[in-house]
């Protein structure tokens, strides 16, 4: 999710579900350690629970930035050993590591010695032709040992070559029976699936066999699909927000207090186009935001006018 699960992404998640974990964008360790760490680990309190993804290979470099999460307030410190892009392998990280897992389990051990956070490892089923469910169990064995209690397993193969980031998202088939099979041969660890998971009622046919379900991109595109989940996933009779203008009136001060500070319009609003997605009216709500949010000096205004063109739209 690189440059889509930002905290401006992520506060106006958390407005519709209180209780899912939420995750960082990935960042690189290189990133943390050689920049201005303030700029990718601020996040505002009610973002919680929030683990913050890492990507790298140099378990010096990884056990420094789980410090720095540690220290910036996260829940979770999750490594990245999932993503097949052709830059994270120039970087010798993401998917490639699945090929070491020793490595993986030094880094992972560096990571677990250097804070006091649960770290998790988010991978895939396999890589190119080193994909037989032994070769899986063995780098989930050898990991587990080096102290990781939670995998996050994408349900699907990586190619590292003649496949992009969306057709590796796509192109290899889902195995949600090699993930099922996993949490059966290792009962005592943390087993969370993801992969082609659309529904909350799908969700709650995986939570059968696995402990958790990891949603990406449906949920970026259609945020609603979280509105139920404390109920129906976390138990919680609560309701978070009631219904999406709901959740517009509470976005609104978060949107003045960033404005004030110069945050453009447009960085909030892109992550709210997918708000009304399959309601009437919500190709209204997304012109009207697209074509006025990159106005220099555009205000929160716009949202509450978009909403209110939605509203006739769907009239």
Known sequence: MLGWTDRYCRYFLRLISHHTLLYTEMVTTGALLHREPARFLDFDPAEHPLALQLGGSDPGELARCSRLGEQWGYDEIDLNVGCPSDRVQSGRFGACLMAEPKLVAECVRAMTDATRLPVSVKHRTG??????????????????????????????????????????????????????????????????????????????????????????????????????????????????????????????????????????????????????????????????LSEHSCIKGAGSRVILDAAAAMVRSAN
């Not at 992009?164 to 943390?190: C, I, T, W």
């Not at 990891?214 to 219904?243: C, K, Q, S």
Request: glycine residues 8%; proline residues 6%.
């Open 127 to 288: 890589i190119d032709h080193m994909d037989s469910y032994q070769a899986l169990r063995d780098f989930v064995g050898t990991v587990s040992e080096a102290g990781c209690r939670t995998f996050i397993v994408h349900a699907r193969k990586a190619w590292l070559r003649g496949l992009s980031p969306q057709e590796n998202r796509e192109v290899p088939p889902l195995q949600y029976a090699r993930v099922h099979r996993l949490k059966r041969d290792f009962p005592g660890l943390e087993i969370v699936i993801n992969g082609g998971i659309t529904t909350l009622e799908a969700c709650r046919e995986q939570l059968q066999r696995v402990d958790g379900v990891m949603i990406g991109r449906e949920v970026y595109h259609n945020p609603w699909l979280l509105a139920d989940a404390d109920r129906l996933l976390f138990h919680d009779p609560a309701p978070t927000a009631f219904d999406r203008h709901q959740v517009i009136e509470r976005l609104i001060p978060f949107v003045e207090w960033e404005l004030a500070q110069g945050t453009p319009l447009n960085r909030i609003t892109r992550h709210i186009l997918g708000l009304f997605h399959g309601q009437p009216g919500a190709r209204a709500w997304r012109r009207h």
